[in-house]
């Protein structure tokens, strides 16, 4: 069956880095569009990235653009997030979907990142 | 494009029918989701394309719209539908999703 599982998350000063990553299996991952979705500890769903299928095509929030990096290998079926210069309003639980054509499903389990001193 | 949702909250009761409205700030033909959350659980397809209904997802839910103004009908509440429900548009990046309404 179709499976994203998260990776990476933690607690992270400010200002550090961190990269997640996303193992998909049940599926060939460079035959889709992927995405990073997060959200912040009761707050609500925000759209971070994505990437084409061939990593080619990059697209971000204003919110992390210039700090988190999208990228892929298909050849290891693992789509990741380098996020850096990471700051409090960071902390969220972080979620990869997969893009089935114009819907965002599966989603993963998430990952919880805490940017905190 | 920014998507609002109404209203934020809604207090039902089962067997109710409930309906809840999103709005783009500009129009994006069909592109749009609709989302269930329940606390502490991972987001869950409902309906896309504004109104194809997500394999596996009972009939009660319906979606409908296009262009600017989008709803999701839940035809008749049940137990295991209160929850947190979000619109997206796929329409253009960023993909941004609506602020949420919570049905409790």
């Known amino acids: 069956q179709v499976q994203l599982v998260e990776s990476g998350g933690g607690v992270v000063q400010p200002g550090r880095s961190l990269r997640l990553s996303c193992a998909a299996s049940?599926?060939?991952?460079?035959?889709?569009?992927m995405h990073w979705v997060r959200q912040a500890p009761g707050k609500g769903l925000e759209w971070v990235a994505a990437?084409?299928?061939?990593?080619?095509?990059?697209y971000y929030a204003d919110s992390v653009k210039g700090r988190f990096t999208i990228s892929r290998d298909n050849s290891k079926n693992t789509l990741y997030v380098q996020m850096n210069s990471l700051r409090s309003e960071d902390t969220a639980v972080y979620y990869c979907?997969?893009?089935?054509?114009?819907?965002?499903?599966?989603w993963g389990q998430g990952t919880l990142v805490t940017v905190s001193s | 494009i920014q998507l609002t949702q109404s209203p934020s909250s809604l207090s039902a009761s089962v067997g109710d029918r409930v309906t809840i409205t999103c709005r783009a700030s500009?129009?994006?033909?069909?592109?749009l989701a609709w989302y269930q959350q329940k606390a502490g659980k991972v987001p869950k397809l409902l309906i896309y394309?504004?109104?194809t209904l997500q394999s596996g997802v009972p009939s009660r839910f319906s979606g409908s719209g296009s262009g600017t103004i989008f709803t999701l009908t839940i035809s008749s509440l049940q137990p295991e539908d209160f929850a947190t429900y979000y619109c997206?548009?796929?329409?253009?990046?960023?993909?941004?999703f609506g602020p949420g309404t919570n049905v409790d």
């Open positions: 979907a997969k893009d089935s054509g114009w819907k965002l499903d599966p």
């Open positions: 990437i084409s299928y061939d990593g080619s095509d990059k």
């Open positions: 049940g599926f060939i991952l460079s035959d889709y569009v």
């Open positions: 997206q548009q796929l329409h253009s990046h960023p993909f941004t």
């Open positions: 500009q129009g994006i033909s069909s592109y």
């Open positions: 394309l504004a109104s």
